[in-house]
C-alpha cells in the first residue's frame, strides 16, 4: 500500500491490488468485510462484473454450499480510510473531491 504524508500523519493510498483475496493459486478482485456481511472491490465495477467475480470466489470458498443466491444490487460509493494504520475505512461523507477517497464497489448482505 502506498503512502502519502498529510499534516505529518502518514495515511495509506489505496491501490487496486490491496485489494484482492488470494486463496491458493486464485486471485479474486474482492476482499471481505471482517464481520461477513459484504464484499468490496476496488472502483467502480459494473453490477454483472462484480456479481460474477463474487459468484466465482464464493464456489471457491463454500463449495457445497447451494442457499445463497448472489444477486445485486451493488453500490458504487467513495471510501476514505478512517485510521492511518489503514485497517478501517468508511464511505459515509465521502466524495471523489475528498483527499484520499478511492472508488469502491459494494455489495452487502
Known sequence: MK??????????????????????????????????????????????EFLAEVRRFWACTCPDDDEWEIVGPVSHVWAKFIDPNGERFSWAGATSETQHAFPMTVLEW
Request: glycine content about 14%; aromatic content about 10%; charged content about 25%.
Open 3 to 48: 503512502i502519502e504524508t498529510v499534516d505529518g500523519i502518514d495515511w495509506p493510498v489505496l491501490q487496486p491490488e490491496d485489494c484482492h483475496t488470494r486463496i491458493g493459486d486464485d486471485v479474486f478482485a474482492l476482499f471481505e468485510d471482517e464481520s461477513g456481511n459484504g464484499v468490496f472491490g476496488y472502483g467502480h465495477v459494473p453490477e454483472a
